[in-house]
């Protein structure tokens, strides 16, 4: 689950960390009175989506200005006038793909004055089951373009759980992004803030890009961008509340309030299968008999029918969707009851796309028995590989 920048801010905040005085804005009137209770002279005004890149992004509307969705108002009229353009406007950056997304809520802030600009990041190292911290001298940029083209300006690793987060972390991300004197005792301070948010808030990564040193010699926290384990969002009702469901794919959405483990892709063959592991095999096999899938979509091991015919319908929600393979190896899971399940939602639905239904496992005759006696026009598949090539022939014709 991800959160704006203003929400990611306000948690900090909350544990001590360095950042500026802002307000969020949700209607362009609001603006001049959130701008006129900070101190200024200069504000900072942000377009809120779930994307990175926001500065380098471009409006496609042109009344949005050829400016970016992170401005600097001289005025808090002026501010005023920014929170008008942007509101309600489509941000394009190259996180959101060419698609964009409307941006509903604004964050003013107060200026500051930047000497540097760093990279800081907190997240969780799958290869070694560690909490990780990345650090470097780039911040501002796109991490991933350091990444690939001066890979010796990032200092990466990890904190052993049986001995915990020391100072002497803190100081390693001191000296890697080249702090001195009283900065180094103040990001020793950050480090601990920063690792002591991430663990009691269950989060998956804490990304601060740019943290910045001020003239003065200060440190301050000038982006946050937070993602937290969805998994453990149950426990933290307080972080669940800050779930903007606005900003989440209407299909992925509408397949959590069921349970189902749903991601939208680019291709166009819908897949319903029962496992991940499946799923993924799947995907992999419709690529390789040249087509590309729709959706990964896993059922898991106990659905019932109404799971099953919300999947379908989530599925035939997508426009670019061209066919469907439902796979399925009946374990946990019986056939009959994925037969079931797409029966009704062809009822429900309708069928406008070919559709190659390959069951294995548990009750897998009485399966295949009730989609033969459906009257529907439903391809079957004998195996894995023979759905696949059936599905992808039907696609294309």
């Excluded at 690529?287 to 109404?306: C, H, M, R, S």
Aim: aromatic share 6%.
């Amino acid at each position: 689950m991800n959160i704006h920048e203003y929400q990611a801010k306000a948690l900090l905040r909350s544990y001590g960390a360095p950042v500026s005085d802002g307000r969020v804005v949700l209607k362009a009137e609001e603006a001049k009175t959130a701008a006129g209770e900070l101190d200024g002279p200069l504000w900072v005004v942000k377009a809120q989506i779930h994307a990175g890149g926001r500065g380098k992004g471009k409006f496609k509307e042109p009344e949005a200005g050829e400016k970016g969705g992170v401005r600097l108002a001289k005025s808090v009229e002026e501010a005023e006038t920014l929170a008008k353009q942007m509101l309600g406007r489509t941000l394009v950056t190259h996180q959101t793909g060419p698609v964009g997304k409307q941006v509903n809520r604004i964050y003013i802030e107060d200026g500051s004055d930047i000497a540097r600009e760093l990279y800081l990041a907190l997240l969780v190292d799958r290869q070694s089951s560690r909490i990780s911290f990345v650090a470097s001298t780039e911040g501002g940029m796109d991490i991933e373009e350091v990444a690939a083209h001066t890979p010796e300006k990032i200092v990466s690793f990890s904190v052993d759980p049986a001995s915990g987060l020391s100072d002497f972390h803190g100081r390693r991300v001191a000296f890697a992004l080249g702090l001195e004197g009283n900065q180094v005792k103040q990001c020793v301070a950050l480090v601990k803030t920063l690792y002591k948010a991430f663990t009691e808030k269950d989060m998956e990564m804490l990304e601060i890009n740019p943290l910045i040193v001020m003239p003065d010699g200060n440190l301050k926290v000038l982006d946050a961008k937070i993602s937290f384990d969805g998994n453990a969002i149950y426990r933290h009702a307080d972080i669940a509340a800050l779930r903007d469901e606005t900003e989440e794919d209407p299909k992925e959405l509408a397949a959590s309030k069921f349970d189902l483990n749903y991601i939208a892709l680019d291709g166009e063959i819908g897949c319903m299968v029962n496992g991940a592991g499946l799923a993924m095999a799947t995907m992999d096999i419709i690529k390789l008999y040249g087509a590309e899938p729709a959706n990964f979509l896993d059922v898991g091991g106990g659905a019932t029918k109404e799971k099953v015919t919300e999947a379908f319908k989530i599925i035939t929600s997508d426009p670019n969707v061209k066919g469907i393979l439902v796979n399925i190896f009946g374990g946990i899971m019986r056939c009959d009851v994925i037969a079931e399940g797409v029966l009704a939602a062809v009822k429900e639905v309708g069928l406008k796309v070919p559709l190659v239904v390959r069951l294995e496992g548990t009750n897998v005759e009485l399966g295949k028995e009730i989609i033969r006696n459906s009257g529907l026009n439903v391809i079957a598949g004998d195996n894995l590989a023979d759905a696949a090539q059936k599905i992808v022939k039907a696609v294309k014709g």
